[in-house]
């Protein structure tokens, strides 16, 4: 049985208590984890503030900070099997995912390292002769970055890269699910050369752990990734410090499809869009709004690539769809499949979970044309459905793609330009992607509208929303003051 530690102050320890992990490919417990409760997270806390006040830190050129950024990633690549295997063992997302997207991990340090020394104040033509007047960036502070069980390296590199090329010092919370990639990731960041505290990396339960943790005096920040219930508590935690949130939250994203579109590049995109994954992903396109024009030839296409699809062992490289992380997840993709089909529904291929073994669910399509309030439709699933409704004009696609209380991903496939121009204005949603899906890079923004989330990671804003800008006043006049009465 492995054994992990959390890290806070530069030094590896045992948690409060240890709790077991589940190895989602079996049910089966494969490692015990360190739980931090109130004085762990308090002591991760004060490392990182008295880190970013130090003169280690606080007086580090931006440069320098770019560079134990370049090294950091530099150790990510070397590391990058390690990682990978330790995500598909803790997550059950399959090793040919984890291994592609923690290599392009690196890259989102490389990025933020690169742009440490790019984060530039200003100087302002101030309106009054005897002042000169500019703007000096700074970091906002401690930095509560709590993460969910998806694609932690990926989603902490969003939140750690730029708060550090800021200046910011960061806590870290691994989601207990999974918490393996984190924790040993914090074996890698030691090595790095940053001073002590800048990051720590701890885990433990949301009631306790993350409720101290963003609702702590001494955060400034709190970027948070996961869902909308648990965003709602945060935002509650973080008004106890009025400390600024970022919020990237879940998704349902439309995938629409129109009957000029290059079927094959679309259906090949469709089952990436939901099924990559296992469909764990926020920005999995759940729901297929196709023309109904060619939506049999379209369905008859998906299925049976669906029914293809390689179902088995997260670690096997021939795997395409593995387990879920967590049997709550594949007892609500039956509940909200059970309760579709009761309102009318039809199931295209899968709706059942798999009896073997292991947290499996087969990749699985069901039609909810013409019952718009179908929970399929309206909830997110986090597994490998797909929802479909089919439309007739343009404008009901539209309608379709919007009506929904989140907004993080949409996909358009269209050979119309200007058609697809229109889409683009009219989706409601932080991304478009317009034939194809899917698409990440560390110069794009990420982040999406209403319960999808506020706030955006990923490119130069993200960097710029770690920092705080101060006005600063400079007379250059030795005339004495006038009239101290009048504010000048
Ligand atoms: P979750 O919201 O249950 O948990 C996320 C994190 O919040 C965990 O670390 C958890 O311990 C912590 N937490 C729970 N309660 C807390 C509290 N009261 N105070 C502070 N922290 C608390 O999410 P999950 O089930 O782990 O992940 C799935 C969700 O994440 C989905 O909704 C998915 O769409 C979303 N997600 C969003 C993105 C994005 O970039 N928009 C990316 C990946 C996942």
Same mark, same amino acid.
Request: charged share 20%; proline share 6%; hydrophobic share 40%.
């Given at each position: 049985?492995?054994?992990?530690?959390?890290?806070?102050?530069?030094?590896?320890?045992?948690?409060?208590?240890?709790?077991?992990?589940?190895?989602?490919?079996?049910?089966?417990? /494969?490692?015990?984890?360190?739980?931090?409760?109130?004085?762990?997270?308090?002591?991760?806390?004060?490392?990182?503030? $008295?880190?970013?006040?130090?003169?280690? /830190?606080?007086?580090?050129?931006?440069?320098?900070?770019?560079?134990?950024?370049?090294?950091?990633?530099?150790?990510?690549?070397?590391?990058?099997?390690?990682?990978?295997?330790?995500?598909?063992?803790?997550?059950?997302?399959?090793?040919?995912?984890?291994?592609?997207?923690?290599?392009?991990?690196?890259?989102?340090? %490389?990025?933020?390292?690169?742009?440490?020394?790019?984060?530039?104040?200003?100087? @302002?033509?101030?309106?009054?002769?005897?002042?000169?007047? /500019?703007?000096?960036?700074?970091?906002?502070?401690?930095?509560?970055?709590?993460?969910? /069980?998806?694609?932690?390296?990926?989603?902490?590199?969003?939140?750690?890269?730029?708060?550090?090329?800021?200046?910011?010092?960061?806590?870290?919370?691994?989601?207990?699910?999974?918490?393996?990639?984190?924790?040993?990731?914090?074996?890698?960041?030691?090595?790095?050369?940053?001073?002590?505290?800048?990051?720590?990396?701890?885990?433990?339960?949301?009631?306790?752990?993350?409720?101290? @943790?963003?609702? $702590?005096?001494?955060?400034?920040?709190?970027?948070?990734?996961?869902?909308?219930?648990?965003?709602? $508590?945060?935002?509650?935690?973080?008004?106890?410090?009025?400390?600024?949130?970022?919020?990237?939250?879940?998704?349902?994203?439309?995938?629409?499809?129109?009957?000029?579109?290059?079927?094959?590049?679309?259906?090949?995109?469709?089952?990436?869009?939901?099924?990559?994954?296992?469909?764990?992903?926020?920005?999995?396109?759940?729901?297929?709004?196709?023309?109904?024009?060619?939506?049999?030839?379209?369905?008859?296409?998906?299925?049976?690539?669906?029914?293809?699809?390689?179902?088995?062992?997260?670690?096997?490289?021939?795997?395409?769809?593995?387990?879920?992380?967590?049997?709550?997840? %594949?007892?609500?993709?039956?509940?909200?499949?059970?309760?579709?089909?009761?309102?009318?529904?039809?199931?295209?291929?899968?709706?059942?979970?798999?009896?073997?073994?292991?947290?499996?669910?087969?990749?699985?399509?069901?039609?909810?044309?013409?019952?718009?309030?179908?929970?399929?439709?309206?909830?997110?699933?986090?597994?490998?459905?797909?929802?479909?409704?089919?439309?007739?004009?343009?404008?009901?696609?539209?309608?379709?793609?919007?009506?929904?209380?989140?907004? @993080?991903?949409?996909?358009?496939?269209?050979?119309?330009?200007?058609?697809?121009?229109?889409?683009?204005?009219?989706?409601?949603?932080?991304?478009?992607?317009?034939?194809?899906? %899917?698409?990440?890079?560390?110069?794009?923004?990420?982040?999406? $509208?209403?319960?999808?989330?506020?706030?955006?990671?990923?490119?130069?804003?993200?960097?710029?929303?770690?920092?705080?800008?101060?006005?600063?006043?400079?007379?250059?006049?030795?005339?004495?003051?006038?009239?101290?009465?009048?504010?000048?």
């Amino acid at each position: 049985m492995q054994k992990f530690q959390q890290y806070i102050n530069g030094t590896f320890s045992d948690g409060a208590a240890q709790f077991a992990s589940i190895d989602p490919a079996t049910g089966q417990t /494969w490692a015990m984890m360190p739980e931090a409760r109130v004085d762990d997270v308090n002591a991760a806390v004060d490392a990182a503030d $008295h880190a970013f006040f130090s003169p280690e /830190w606080s007086s580090m050129t931006a440069t320098q900070r770019g560079k134990l950024l370049y090294r950091l990633a530099d150790l990510i690549s070397e590391n990058a099997p390690r990682l990978a295997e330790l995500e598909t063992r803790d997550t059950g997302k399959i090793i040919r995912e984890t291994s592609a997207q923690i290599a392009y991990v690196a890259e989102f340090y %490389r990025y933020y390292a690169g742009l440490a020394d790019k984060i530039e104040g200003a100087y @302002l033509p101030i309106d009054k002769p005897d002042m000169e007047v /500019w703007l000096r960036r700074e970091p906002v502070g401690v930095v509560a970055a709590v993460v969910p /069980w998806n694609s932690q390296l990926f989603l902490s590199a969003v939140k750690i890269g730029p708060a550090l090329a800021a200046g910011c010092t960061v806590v870290l919370k691994a989601s207990e699910e999974a918490p393996s990639p984190m924790l040993e990731f914090a074996r890698i960041f030691d090595q790095a050369g940053f001073p002590t505290g800048v990051l720590n990396v701890i885990t433990g339960f949301g009631a306790e752990c993350g409720s101290v @943790l963003t609702s $702590h005096p001494k955060v400034a920040h709190v970027a948070f990734t996961g869902g909308p219930d648990t965003a709602r $508590h945060i935002v509650r935690n973080s008004a106890e410090n009025l400390a600024s949130t970022s919020l990237e939250l879940g998704g349902k994203s439309p995938f629409i499809v129109f009957d000029d579109a290059d079927i094959e590049s679309a259906v090949n995109a469709q089952i990436s869009g939901i099924f990559a994954a296992t469909g764990q992903s926020c920005v999995a396109g759940s729901r297929l709004v196709i023309s109904n024009n060619i939506k049999d030839e379209f369905l008859s296409q998906l299925k049976q690539k669906a029914e293809a699809v390689v179902i088995g062992a997260p670690d096997d490289m021939a795997t395409e769809v593995g387990p879920l992380c967590t049997e709550g997840q %594949r007892k609500n993709a039956l509940k909200l499949i059970e309760d579709s089909v009761e309102l009318g529904a039809k199931v295209i291929t899968g709706g059942t979970a798999i009896d073997c073994e292991g947290i499996y669910f087969p990749p699985t399509i069901i039609d909810c044309s013409n019952i718009p309030d179908a929970p399929c439709l309206r909830n997110e699933f986090f597994g490998p459905v797909l929802s479909v409704v089919g439309f007739d004009t343009e404008e009901e696609a539209l309608k379709i793609a919007n009506d929904t209380t989140f907004g @993080l991903a949409s996909g358009v496939f269209t050979k119309d330009l200007t058609r697809a121009h229109r889409m683009i204005r009219g989706i409601r949603a932080g991304i478009v992607w317009v034939n194809t899906y %899917r698409a990440v890079s560390p110069i794009a923004p990420f982040g999406g $509208h209403g319960l999808s989330g506020h706030g955006r990671e990923g490119g130069l804003q993200a960097a710029l929303d770690y920092t705080k800008v101060k006005a600063v006043w400079l007379r250059t006049s030795d005339d004495p003051i006038p009239d101290p009465f009048v504010m000048r």
